[in-house]
């Protein structure tokens, strides 16, 4: 109905005064109808009544009916009935035969028109007489047997009830136009208090650029719908304060990891060329050359997984496996490692537990956590992995005997490339990806991962999945 372009203020406005013009239309009407079917009802109640005191004035002379009459030459009616005396000078009356011949009459009768045969049933009918609208009772006056009947007629102008109804229908036509203006006036006022709220919003967000999100509407506004918008739109700003400054840490974090190894390239390559060496010499710098971009496509590869893993459309290739069967292979598959490091890894868990699931996410989830937890346990240490059904779900914890993480370590243990010990890190080869992706994995299969740490006793990372 409106175009878009239409500010809402007017849609408003409009909307408000189409629905009160509606309104005081059908009101209106509805005074305007009922008020003119009363008016005829009163007018034709009291032709009735004047009909019947009529009817007991008529007296019969040489077998003739007549109207009794006053000296005065008016129809003699009852002082008890006021609406005879009020209408008295405006009726019509008329004795009628069957054959619609005039026997007598009080008042103009004459100016009534011939009657016509449907003028000659009892009830109510409406002629003109000299271009106006009179209303007409007929009523039957039956006579003793062998005797005709004969009709009495009675008819009043119906020209005050027409004015009556002219002056209503002139103060409606008048008074519907002023109404409306004054609703459209309340109706722009109204709608900009209420919507003035909303223009303040957006010109405040106007003012706010992707340069300075930390800059907040904090506006004073009741707790209505404009007041949550504004406090939706505040809390908007924070997610997107937060979240820009997780992708500026990440970008910070990623170059520094880039430019370590190539920085480390680039002296190794440096130092190799600054003089004529020996093929022992120039083999090492390759191996260290070659360590180095192991760890550039180790990086890589989890940030590639990360961006895909974060994307919408991002679907698991579901599938039937035996979780107790997964997990225990990937220990005995780092049994070796462990043993190097003088580190015992074992399986406490059922033979078999069916799963469905993403296999090759959820060995890179449960691989990450096991490398981690070698890696971080001292010689003598141990390394357990603990399979169990949990109600509808299941749970896998990784425990160790390591160090431990500091309890402020904790919140951020899931952010990437975050390290609780970052020289430790580096020199273990890690680039701080491995639990933020062991995260991602465990929320695309509807679970979640969970850490609990002691200094000193060491760490519980426990995988909770439901059973898909």
Not at 24 to 53: K, P
Not at 238 to 255: I, M, P, V, Y
Not at 321 to 344: F, N, Q, T, Y
Request: hydrophobic share 45%.
């Amino acid at each position: 109905m409106f175009d878009k372009t239409v500010p809402i203020r007017v849609r408003l406005t409009a909307w408000y005064m189409l629905l009160v013009a509606l309104t005081l239309a059908a009101f209106g009407g509805f005074v305007y109808l009922n008020l003119a079917r009363g008016l005829y009802a009163e007018v034709d109640a009291g032709l009735r009544t004047l009909a019947q005191e009529a009817a007991r004035g008529i007296d019969s002379e040489n077998g003739v009916l007549r109207f009794q009459n006053t000296d005065t030459g008016h129809l003699v009616v009852s002082a008890t009935l006021p609406v005879l005396r009020r209408w008295e000078d405006n009726v019509i009356m008329r004795l009628l035969d069957e054959a619609g011949n005039t026997v007598d009459g009080v008042g103009e009768h004459a100016q009534l028109p011939p009657p016509r045969d449907r003028d000659l049933r009892a009830g109510f009918s409406t002629v003109r007489v000299a271009g106006e609208p009179w209303r007409v009772y007929t009523i039957r006056i039956d006579l003793p047997p062998n005797r005709s009947p004969y009709l009495l007629q009675v008819a009043r102008p119906l020209s005050a009830v027409d004015e009556t109804l002219e002056r209503v229908a002139g103060v409606l036509m008048l008074g519907i136009p002023l109404v409306l203006f004054v609703a459209a006036l309340g109706g722009i006022f109204i709608s900009g208090r209420a919507l003035g709220p909303i223009a303040h919003v957006t010109r405040l967000a106007k003012e706010i650029g992707a340069d300075d999100l930390s800059r907040r509407l904090n506006l004073t506004l009741p707790d209505d719908e404009v007041g949550r918008l504004a406090s939706t739109f505040d809390n908007m700003l924070s997610r997107l304060e937060a979240a820009f400054e997780r992708e500026k840490q990440f970008t910070q974090d990623a170059a520094h990891e880039l430019r370590t190894p190539l920085t480390v390239m680039k002296g190794t390559i440096d130092v190799a060329l600054s003089r004529p060496r020996d093929a022992a010499e120039y083999r090492s710098a390759l191996v260290e050359v070659g360590a180095q971009v192991d760890r550039l496509i180790h990086l890589a590869e989890g940030l590639l997984f990360l961006a895909r893993a974060e994307r919408r459309d991002s679907k698991l290739n579901v599938e039937s496996l035996d979780l107790a069967i997964l997990v225990a292979g990937l220990v005995d598959e780092l049994r070796p490692v462990a043993e190097a490091k003088g580190v015992s890894i074992s399986y406490d868990g059922p033979a078999s537990l069916p799963l469905k699931g993403d296999q090759d996410r959820l060995i890179r989830l449960f691989l990450n956590l096991l490398d981690n937890a070698v890696k971080y346990t001292p010689a003598g240490g141990n390394v357990t992995a603990v399979v169990s059904r949990r109600g509808c779900g299941v749970e896998v914890a990784v425990m160790d005997t390591g160090s431990g993480i500091p309890p402020e370590h904790l919140p951020h243990i899931f952010e990437r490339f975050y390290r609780v010990d970052k020289a430790r890190s580096r020199s273990e080869g890690g680039v701080g990806l491995g639990l933020a992706i062991a995260e991602h994995i465990a929320e695309l299969h509807g679970g979640s991962i969970r850490v609990a740490s002691e200094l000193g006793k060491g760490t519980i990372f426990t995988v909770s999945l439901p059973a898909i």
